[in-house]
């Protein structure tokens, strides 16, 4: 995405675009199909094609997920309904995400009613890089408090800033995972289980799959609430020029 950037006129924000420009890949055993469009802001398509590349094209790289099982697990697993939905983006949309180190993440929320709502995250990248953890959304606030946020009547719909995040270690492939809820989420947290000092991690799992069975565990029962999910996957490198 940087090389592509490079060669054109781009902004920060996808409010402030004309255009946008995505794409993605399905892998076979014999090649992979490289799909990408150009779109009008508004949605309407300008152009797009479609390009195949041979194994010899990408054999000295990563073209599979390292953390398969986890996307797998968030993406079958998400609760969404006609009458409940919450998203999340970045300030550079929500597909393609890469974001260098020290970079600032701009998340953004939208939710179609009030809602209370915490953010967990899962980090998968190899033994040693696995866990899960509650952000941080109001550092101010006391006790569990300081991770619940709420969106409320006159927010409805419109997309509302969670602050800045800088992108740190350990770098790689991550997944924000929005639990969202029509009630108050303070007595359904996953329990944290340490702060870590170093990366200023709130962990609640050493294994990211347990991390999300404790999100999905601790949800309202009550008839009349109601529930949604979303999940977010974004890139961060040390250095653009290098693998994570």
């Not at 599979?64 to 949309?93: C, E, H, I, M, W």
Request: aromatic share 10%; glycine share 6%; charged share 30%.
């Amino acid at each position: 995405r940087e090389c592509i950037a490079k060669r054109l006129k781009t902004v920060d924000s996808p409010d402030r675009a004309d255009y946008l420009f995505t794409g993605r890949y399905e892998k076979s055993s014999q090649a992979i199909d490289l799909a990408y469009t150009l779109y009008k802001i508004e949605g309407s398509a300008v152009s797009g094609a479609v390009v195949r590349l041979a194994p010899e094209a990408f054999s000295n790289y990563i073209t599979d997920p390292k953390s398969f099982n986890l996307d797998k697990l968030l993406q079958s697993g998400l609760a969404v309904s006609n009458d409940f939905r919450v998203s999340l983006r970045t300030n550079l949309g929500k597909e393609n995400l890469l974001y260098k180190k020290g970079q600032k993440v701009k998340l953004f929320v939208k939710s179609n009613r009030p809602a209370h709502f915490y953010l967990a995250g899962h980090i998968d990248k190899g033994q040693a890089q696995r866990r899960s953890y509650l952000l941080n959304l109001m550092p101010k606030a006391q006790g569990k408090r300081r991770f619940i946020g709420y969106i409320n009547g006159d927010e409805v719909n419109k997309w509302i800033s969670l602050g800045k995040f800088k992108a740190a270690r350990p770098f790689g492939m991550e997944n924000l995972q929005i639990i969202a809820s029509t009630e108050d989420l303070i007595d359904n947290l996953p329990q944290v289980v340490r702060y870590d000092p170093e990366t200023k991690l709130y962990l609640i799992a050493d294994d990211p799959e347990k991390g999300v069975a404790k999100t999905r565990a601790l949800i309202p029962e009550e008839d009349e609430t109601s529930v949604a999910e979303a999940v977010l996957t974004f890139t961060t490198m040390a250095d653009m020029g290098k693998k994570p």
